[in-house]
């Protein structure tokens, strides 16, 4: 049985693989989870006033979700009024005009003082799509159309919703969906991606859900589940079996998605907690490499190129960061202000200001911070909560720039 399994996610990272070099964006942070686009033959640098715009659409509603986009449609969550009895749907829509093609509903609404409505991203495989709302409904749905093929409950798996609603974006790892319920019974449940079946539910290991995201890698040859919570970090066999696990006290919300490289795991949180790197040995041994507070990102998240990571923190604004070491290599101290979301395509860092909708290109360099050019997101929404911000990350599919404020979704030409 291990075997099968394993060779099944062999053959589906090779699929992801395809994806990836097709430039299609089919999960939350791309392909690998990591933010890193592989196109080539992008513009580096902008017009003033900004990039071609292709289209505008206001049919996304309300919320925070972000974009998959695989073969021509762009998928995305949005919620339809801000009243209780409202629902949260997922969206399928045209990548070249932004046409909308189908609408489904999955949930009812979450309302929250910093903006209601879903805020994951929905995950892409084949003919299917896994979606989770803001209160934890999660959805399998036809890509073609959107009907509906099964659905659970992270609250029916013994979880609580989080202050900020469920967050997460579910994985799809071959035949397999993981998500992240939390709470007694477990805090990483597996379904079958085909019949919605659960097939284990981590019992090991019970802490609440916070509102990263799980990746999968590859560890000396074995498949890994690794995900950030509240109080740690931790891996999980392709059965849900504890490997490994590492204190990391997050405080108040801890968002941003795991990074892996050759055997070492990063993980970062704001509101103080800061970063940390651990080493992970074939035997599943943790070993410490850094805790500090260089990098302390909130939740606009950080991106790893070659040695060095980038990303927001909230003392030092956009920074890079040595991997290796942990220390800080450039600030652009403050000069952006607000915190913001950072993307990484053909050498360029695409930043996104969550205050003023500012969309910036900078160098993904080692050495400075170099920023090329910049324009405004516009339209911008009528419909964002006072306390809300433009709290999507941006997306490079095939040549194009998305970015998204609510209901308002702008597209972009960014290919020379």
Same mark, same amino acid.
């Given at each position: 049985?291990?075997?099968?399994? /394993?060779?099944?996610?062999?053959?589906?990272?090779?699929?992801?693989?395809?994806?990836?070099?097709?430039?299609?964006?089919?999960?939350?942070?791309?392909?690998?989870?990591?933010?890193?686009?592989? @196109?080539?033959?992008?513009?580096?640098?902008?017009?003033?006033?900004?990039?071609?715009?292709?289209?505008?659409?206001?049919?996304?509603?309300?919320?925070?979700?972000?974009?998959?986009?695989?073969?021509?449609? =762009? /998928?995305?969550? &949005?919620?339809?009024?801000?009243? @209780?009895?409202?629902?949260?749907?997922?969206?399928?829509?045209?990548?070249?005009?932004?046409?909308?093609?189908?609408?489904?509903?999955?949930?009812? %609404?979450?309302?929250? +003082?910093?903006?209601?409505?879903?805020? *994951?991203?929905?995950?892409?495989?084949?003919?299917?799509?896994?979606?989770?709302?803001?209160?934890?409904?999660?959805?399998?749905?036809?890509?073609?159309?959107?009907?509906?093929?099964?659905?659970?409950?992270?609250? $029916?798996?013994?979880?609580?919703?989080?202050?900020?609603?469920?967050?997460?974006?579910?994985?799809?790892?071959?035949?397999?969906?993981?998500?992240?319920?939390? $709470?007694?019974? &477990?805090?990483?449940?597996?379904?079958?991606?085909?019949?919605? @079946?659960?097939?284990?539910?981590?019992?090991?290991?019970?802490?609440?859900?916070?509102?990263?995201?799980?990746?999968?890698?590859?560890?000396?040859?074995?498949?890994?589940?690794?995900?950030?919570?509240?109080?740690?970090?931790? +891996?999980?066999?392709?059965?849900?079996?504890?490997?490994?696990?590492?204190?990391?006290?997050?405080?108040?919300? !801890? !968002?941003?998605?795991?990074? %892996?490289?050759?055997?070492?795991?990063?993980?970062?949180?704001?509101?103080?907690?800061?970063?940390?790197?651990?080493?992970?040995?074939?035997?599943?041994?943790?070993?410490?490499?850094?805790?500090?507070?260089?990098?302390?990102?909130?939740?606009?998240?950080?991106?790893?190129? $070659?040695? %060095?990571?980038?990303?927001? *923190?909230?003392?030092?604004?956009?920074?890079?960061?040595?991997?290796?070491?942990?220390?800080?290599?450039?600030?652009?101290?403050?000069?952006? &202000?607000?915190?913001?979301?950072?993307? %990484?395509?053909?050498?360029?860092?695409?930043?996104? *200001?969550?205050?003023?909708?500012?969309?910036?290109?900078?160098?993904?360099?080692?050495?400075?911070?170099?920023?090329?050019?910049?324009?405004?997101?516009?339209?911008?929404?009528?419909?964002?909560?006072?306390?809300?911000? !433009?709290?999507?990350?941006?997306?490079? *599919?095939?040549?194009? =720039?998305?970015?998204?404020?609510?209901?308002?979704?702008?597209?972009?030409?960014?290919?020379?």
């Amino acid at each position: 049985m291990a075997f099968r399994y /394993f060779f099944a996610a062999v053959v589906a990272c090779v699929l992801l693989d395809s994806v990836a070099r097709s430039e299609d964006w089919p999960s939350w942070r791309g392909p690998n989870r990591d933010d890193i686009s592989s @196109e080539k033959g992008l513009l580096k640098s902008w017009p003033e006033g900004g990039p071609e715009k292709l289209w505008t659409s206001k049919d996304a509603g309300l919320g925070y979700s972000g974009f998959s986009i695989v073969n021509g449609v =762009l /998928f995305t969550m &949005g919620a339809d009024g801000t009243a @209780e009895e409202s629902n949260e749907f997922v969206i399928a829509l045209k990548a070249e005009s932004g046409e909308k093609i189908w609408q489904t509903n999955v949930g009812q %609404y979450l309302d929250n +003082g910093w903006g209601g409505g879903p805020r *994951s991203t929905p995950t892409i495989s084949g003919d299917l799509l896994v979606a989770i709302s803001g209160k934890g409904d999660v959805v399998c749905l036809s890509v073609k159309d959107g009907a509906e093929k099964w659905r659970a409950s992270l609250t $029916g798996l013994g979880g609580t919703i989080p202050s900020w609603g469920f967050c997460e974006s579910a994985l799809i790892d071959g035949d397999r969906v993981l998500v992240t319920p939390g $709470g007694a019974n &477990g805090t990483i449940a597996c379904f079958n991606l085909q019949t919605g @079946e659960k097939i284990w539910q981590s019992s090991e290991i019970t802490d609440p859900a916070n509102y990263s995201s799980i990746i999968t890698v590859d560890h000396f040859g074995k498949r890994q589940y690794i995900q950030l919570t509240g109080q740690k970090v931790f +891996g999980l066999d392709g059965d849900g079996k504890l490997l490994w696990q590492h204190d990391f006290p997050g405080r108040v919300a !801890v !968002v941003p998605t795991p990074i %892996y490289k050759d055997g070492q795991v990063f993980v970062t949180a704001g509101y103080g907690a800061g970063c940390l790197l651990v080493n992970i040995t074939g035997n599943n041994k943790v070993e410490k490499i850094y805790d500090n507070k260089v990098m302390k990102n909130h939740h606009g998240g950080v991106l790893l190129s $070659g040695d %060095y990571l980038y990303g927001h *923190s909230d003392d030092n604004g956009i920074i890079c960061q040595n991997f290796n070491t942990g220390e800080l290599v450039w600030s652009d101290k403050k000069k952006n &202000g607000s915190k913001g979301a950072v993307a %990484y395509a053909d050498g360029m860092l695409y930043c996104l *200001s969550e205050e003023n909708g500012d969309c910036f290109l900078v160098e993904a360099s080692s050495t400075a911070y170099k920023e090329v050019s910049r324009f405004k997101m516009e339209p911008q929404t009528t419909q964002r909560n006072p306390q809300g911000r !433009v709290w999507t990350h941006p997306v490079i *599919s095939n040549g194009r =720039l998305y970015l998204r404020d609510q209901d308002v979704i702008c597209c972009y030409k960014v290919k020379e």
